[in-house]
């Protein structure tokens, strides 16, 4: 069983950056970042393999967001900048076990493990 703990959601205005960390009992072969909006179904954010050096992401972030992760650390990062109000939602952080390439990381089904959430708030 994995455990993950999101962490650094808060409270922010429009145009501004957060960071988000995730911190597991360990890291799987994909780990991936969801939101959830209210009253909307969970969407995918981005995605990043075991060795960092591939990532895949949302539209909607493209450009915007970076997933990073230190396996050392046990720790995946979502930076988000440029941030928008219809960004706001609450934070799932994922990790997918299976020797499977980052495209099934886009699936929210593929994943095994899930943290509890962290709420991101962005005011326009």
């Known amino acids: 069983q994995v455990q993950l703990v999101e962490s650094g959601g808060g409270w922010v205005q429009a145009g501004h950056s957060l960071r988000l960390s995730c911190t597991g009992s360990e890291l799987t072969n994909i780990m991936g970042w969801f939101r959830q909006a209210p009253g909307k179904e969970r969407e995918f954010v981005g995605a990043?393999?075991?060795?960092?050096?591939?990532?895949v992401y949302a539209d909607s972030v493209k450009g915007r967001f970076t997933i990073s992760r230190d396996n050392a650390k046990n720790t995946v990062y979502l930076q988000m900048n440029s941030l928008k109000p219809e960004d706001t939602g609450v934070y799932y952080c994922a990790a997918l076990r299976g020797l499977v390439g980052l495209c099934y990381g886009v699936k929210a089904e593929a994943y095994d493990y899930w943290g509890q959430g962290t709420q991101v708030t962005v005011s326009s």
């Open positions: 990043i393999n075991w060795s960092g050096e591939s990532t």
